[in-house]
Nanobody, 124 residues
Framework: HLVESGGGSAQAGGSLTLSCTAS????????MAWFRQAPGKDREGVAT???????NYADSVKGRFTISQDNAKNTVYLQMNSVKPEDTAMYYC????????????????????WGQGTQVTVSS
């Protein structure tokens, strides 16, 4: 239902843009999010956006990453600027229902739809 694209490699300080395109069914959910998981670490919430466009970010990416959506294209984006080596991870798009505030960043189980992930690698 969710297909991510746009991952790849970047040098520290550079930029990447991730995209997540949703099928019409999964896009009926009200909360879209980006999570990431580095090898040997738990899945970490990065950003959320609700159907009204309200966003929330993990402290580690505030001021550097921007989540946005294009309802006409059923697509959610993650603009990643000033990337750091610690941003290296597999990035996953997720869709869910209900609450969509910062608290859901630590509750991946609330999201019923997940993409297959796209790898982001940042070199120093």
């Amino acid at each position: 239902h969710l297909v991510e694209s746009g991952g790849g490699s970047a040098q520290a300080g550079g930029s990447l843009t991730l995209s997540c395109t949703a099928s019409r069914y999964s896009y009926s959910t009200n909360c879209m999010a980006w999570f990431r998981q580095a090898p040997g670490k738990d899945r970490e919430g990065v950003a959320t956006i609700d159907s009204g466009g309200i966003t929330n970010y993990a402290d580690s990416v505030k001021g550097r990453f921007t989540i946005s959506q294009d309802n006409a294209k059923n697509t959610v984006y993650l603009q990643m600027n000033s990337v750091k080596p610690e941003d290296t991870a597999m990035y996953y798009c997720a869709a869910g229902w209900g609450r969509c505030d910062g608290s859901v960043l630590v509750q991946p189980a609330r999201f019923g739809y997940w993409g297959q992930g796209t790898q982001v690698t940042v070199s120093s």
